[in-house]
């Protein structure tokens, strides 16, 4: 059960409930009671929110795979032989049903003599432009299908895909359709689809096809980029009546957005809102806590590094910093940093009590311990997938930051739009000094190896910087690194930890009670019965941890092979739906 909050009842009188891909639904009685009033075709529009991110899998696992975190075990996308056409998915029949969804209303909404119906067809044109989004990041090349097929059409059935970049053409028609035609302008709930959503919606799909049109030069598409990053930049202008969400307290503004039941409405754009009375619930906690449980992802020092020191100086620019031990490193750092991860006073609730809960190497590979999306209390989250609180699924900070990017890719950065975006950013995380007002001049070395020398542009890395501390657990990772077609990441990123000065036990948050025993050999005696025991003996197994310098150093975590080729960047077509039309063609070197 996706999204309780829309009408379940809608598909026991839909006529295309039963529908295969080709097949045709015929007017009737229900038909007319649909699309010959507002209601009916609100009713029926409730279908196409499937579309967005469900709590079945959650936005906060979309980072799993990336360079920002260390998990268990390897995806298919990256484990050596995993994916072929043979394993591919999302080609089958039931893959284009919601296409054919949308096509049936905007076909049937368009003969409607309903006055409102241009509303109505512009929340369809809107998922489906989301509809193609999704296609076209994962295959490239597909077929642009804007009518219901009709039983016998061939011609659509089994023709040839259309250009990516046609397509990519048609969704940005849509969705300038859809924010010229939704007349609902914002949502109190943050969950239903307005004007406001559309627009943003239209920024990270735009920063996707700019970045994608300029970095993956093989198309030859250089030229078309600057006009996708304009309409990024002007429709983050339109978006309006939001700001960054701020607290009481400044070292929970940050995180109050991600544990709230009720979304925040001063900066939440779309959420997916659950009901424990309904028991529609996530897994958040327990895929970040369990130790048994799904990927048990958890952040890497590569990354972690980039956060800023709160006067804006950075941490890498310290000679000692990579030596620095994790109770050292987290002070006087970004406030997000401490509401993203367990760090110093980080406490938990048992029964009602506070618990001082430093990070638990049970649980997390690399010592940086999600925290995020995960309530404070332990029972009945942590072993049990019964989180209830809104998943953001749009928000204005990252509106900001696609302003932001595309900006500083045009080259029309300047200190008052710095101010606005990235400063306003860097001001609610606690940060002071002058990167709140001023664009920087020179190019951070520490980001410039990270991103393997392939960025230079001083203000463009700090963008870069940014969106990963801002948005990390948010879903959007692996697309970055797609569209800045930087893959390479993907295998190169190393997958380590905190820093281990010596072998024995380790303090992580400085309360006096040791938290870690690191060791070799024979498992020493504990200090105390609660302590997580890590084996760093030598060993070049899957599943291990070891230390950088054998005995000391930074915690290297080895999930497994893994290999990225630039073949990857799209997913091949599946075999089973070229057998039936072999017109597809396949995505190149696959």
């Known amino acids: 059960m996706k999204k309780f909050h829309y009408i379940l009842t809608l598909v026991a009188i839909l006529p295309f409930a039963a529908c295969d891909l080709d097949e045709m639904p015929v007017d009737t009685a229900t038909n007319q009671a649909i699309f010959g009033s507002a209601s009916g075709m609100d009713l029926y529009a409730n279908s196409f929110y499937d579309i967005l991110p469900g709590t079945d899998v959650g936005v906060f696992q979309g980072d799993d795979n990336s360079d920002l975190v260390a998990r268990n075990g390897v995806d298919d996308l990256l484990a050596p032989g995993a994916l072929s056409p043979i394993t591919s998915s999302g080609w089958n029949t039931t893959d284009w049903d919601d296409l054919r969804n949308i096509n049936y209303f905007i076909e049937n909404a368009e003969k409607s003599a309903v006055p409102e119906k241009n509303h109505y067809i512009g929340m369809a044109r809107f998922f489906r432009a989301l509809f193609y989004f999704e296609k076209v990041r994962r295959f490239g090349d597909v077929p642009w299908i804007d009518k219901t097929i009709e039983v016998g059409n061939e011609a659509i059935l089994y023709g040839e895909r259309t250009s990516r970049f046609e397509v990519m053409d048609n969704v940005l028609a849509d969705l300038d359709y859809a924010i010229a035609n939704i007349t609902l302008t914002s949502d109190p709930s943050c969950t239903r689809i307005t004007q406001n959503v559309a627009r943003a919606y239209k920024t990270r799909i735009c920063l996707f096809e700019a970045s994608f049109r300029k970095y993956h030069t093989r198309y030859d598409m250089q030229s078309t980029a600057d006009a996708w990053f304009q309409h990024v930049v002007d429709a983050a202008n339109a978006v309006t009546g939001y700001t960054l969400h701020q607290s009481a307290a400044s070292d929970r503004s940050y995180r109050e957005l991600f ?15 659950l009901d424990a009375s309904l028991q529609v619930f996530s897994s958040a906690n327990r895929r970040f806590i369990s130790p048994t449980y799904g990927n048990r992802p958890s952040l890497t020092r590569n990354f972690v590094n980039t956060y800023l020191k709160l006067d804006g100086t950075r941490f890498t620019d310290d000679p000692n910093y990579e030596t620095t031990p994790f109770v050292d490193e987290v002070k006087d750092r970004d406030l997000r940093l401490k509401q993203t991860v367990r760090l110093g006073d ?21 010592g940086y311990q999600p925290i995020k999306w995960c309530y404070d209390e332990r029972f009945p989250y942590d072993d049990e997938s019964r989180n209830d609180n809104a998943h953001i699924v749009m928000r204005w900070g990252e509106v900001l930051l696609n302003k932001a990017e595309a900006l500083a890719e045009l080259g029309t950065m300047n200190n008052t739009e710095w101010i606005a975006t990235i400063g306003a950013l860097r001001q609610r995380a606690g940060i002071t000094g002058s990167t709140l007002t001023t664009m920087p001049t020179a190019a951070d070395p520490y980001l410039v190896d990270y991103y393997l020398g392939k960025f230079t542009n001083p203000v463009l890395l700090e963008v870069m910087r940014e969106r990963a501390v801002e948005l990390v657990f948010e879903g959007l990772r692996p697309d970055d690194l797609r569209r800045w077609h930087i893959g390479e990441l993907f295998q190169e990123a190393p997958m380590n930890g905190i820093y281990v000065p010596e072998l024995g036990e380790q303090d992580l948050n400085g309360d006096g009670v040791m938290d870690v025993c690191f060791y070799q050999g024979t498992r020493p005696t ?19 941890i070891q230390l950088s310098n054998g005995t000391s150093g930074e915690v290297i975590w080895n999930p497994g092979e893994r290999e990225w080729l630039d073949k990857k960047y799209l997913y091949p077509i599946p075999q089973a739906a070229r057998d039936v039309n072999e017109n597809l063609g396949q995505n190149p070197d696959w």
Do not use: H
């Open 259 to 273: 544990i709230t039941k009720v979304p925040y409405a001063d900066e939440t754009i779309l959420a997916v809102a």
């Open 346 to 366: 980080y406490q938990r609730t048992e029964n009602a009590v506070p618990v001082v809960a430093a990070p638990n190497f049970n649980q997390t590979f690399t």
């Open 526 to 544: 504990p200090s105390n019965p609660s302590i997580a025991f890590v084996d760093v003996s030598p060993s070049a197994a899957v599943g291990r």
